[in-house]
Nanobody, 124 residues
Framework: QVQLVESGGGLGQPGGSLRLSCVAS????????MAWYRQAPGKERELVAV???????VYGDSVKGRFTISRDNAKKTVYLQMNSLKPEDTAVYYC??????????????????WGQGTQVTVSS
């Protein structure tokens, strides 16, 4: 099967930086879009940033100019560099990817996968 595992969360200070990583593993044929979402307590999950396999990006309005998404296709890894952190960035951050798997001798249609989430807390 396929797994997405996030790392890099923790406590950050206002104005500081954190970097999240997410590695995809399993019987992977190809990875299309990779993205980061977040969910704060009592709020809906929202898109933070998404990057296509070709490198185009889209950012949520609240993080534009502060966060940068990048990926290393060879390592099947997506990153989120978070700068100029604000207390309102506090949330559980989830990795998301559209992945085609190997199944016996063929590649499955693309399916959407989620990581387990990593907590980011911004506080002084």
């Amino acid at each position: 099967q396929v797994q997405l595992v996030e790392s890099g969360g923790g406590l950050g200070q206002p104005g500081g930086s954190l970097r999240l990583s997410c590695v995809a593993s399993g019987s992977i044929f190809s990875i299309n879009a990779m993205a980061w979402y977040r969910q704060a307590p009592g709020k809906e999950r929202e898109l933070v940033a998404v990057m296509s396999s070709g490198g185009s990006t889209v950012y949520g309005d609240s993080v534009k100019g502060r966060f940068t998404i990048s990926r290393d296709n060879a390592k099947k890894t997506v990153y989120l560099q978070m700068n100029s952190l604000k207390p309102e960035d506090t949330a559980v951050y989830y990795c998301n990817a559209d992945i085609r798997r190997w199944a016996k001798n063929y590649a499955t249609p693309s399916a959407n996968y989620w990581g387990q989430g990593t907590q980011v807390t911004v506080s002084s």
